[in-house]
């Protein structure tokens, strides 16, 4: 009896003994628990947690992605560029990685300037625009046109001099 007590004892330590290691070897290998949304804000301040997804967006070249609307789904095109053709019903964008398009702009495309509506033909060849899109099928319609001017020539050479 004395050593099927010592076999049972022996047993159950093992297995305790496997279940510990077990145990161990799995917390050692688990990854840590998914970081929250807010844990990607811009670290030390993780009270702004739009300012990663501000800074994703300011660094957006071009794509498509869906959103989900009221009546379904929508194809949308996204593109940051300058400005290679424009006239009042269309607008041509060339992104610094190369990649063009060329957008329809109908009555109902918002175009803005900082903040303040203008009118297409206010948008000029060499400027620097973002466009949004419905993208249906082949065709690109844009939504909002956003100017963003070239940076003013710097002044730091008086005029009528020369810096060769």
Request: glycine share 8%; net charge positive; proline share 7%.
């Amino acid at each position: 009896m004395r050593t099927a007590a010592r076999v049972t004892a022996w047993t159950t330590a093992g297995v305790l003994g496997l279940g510990i290691a077990a145990g161990a070897a799995m917390a050692a290998t688990t990854p840590p628990p998914a970081p929250k949304a807010q844990q990607h804000a811009k670290a030390g301040n993780p009270a702004h947690p739009g300012k990663a997804k501000r800074a994703l967006a300011q660094r957006a070249v071009h794509g498509d992605f869906t959103v989900k609307t009221k009546d379904g789904y929508q194809a949308v095109a996204l593109q940051r560029g300058t400005v290679s053709a424009v006239s009042a019903t269309s607008i041509s964008l060339r992104s610094p990685d190369s990649f063009s398009a060329t957008y329809v702009v109908t009555t109902s495309t918002v175009v803005r300037e900082k903040g303040k509506p203008v009118a297409i033909t206010d948008i000029k060849v060499g400027d620097r625009a973002v466009v949004l899109a419905k993208h249906t099928g082949t065709t690109l319609t844009a939504t909002r046109i956003m100017c963003l001017r070239p940076p003013k020539p710097s002044s730091s050479t008086p005029s009528g001099t020369s810096t060769s």
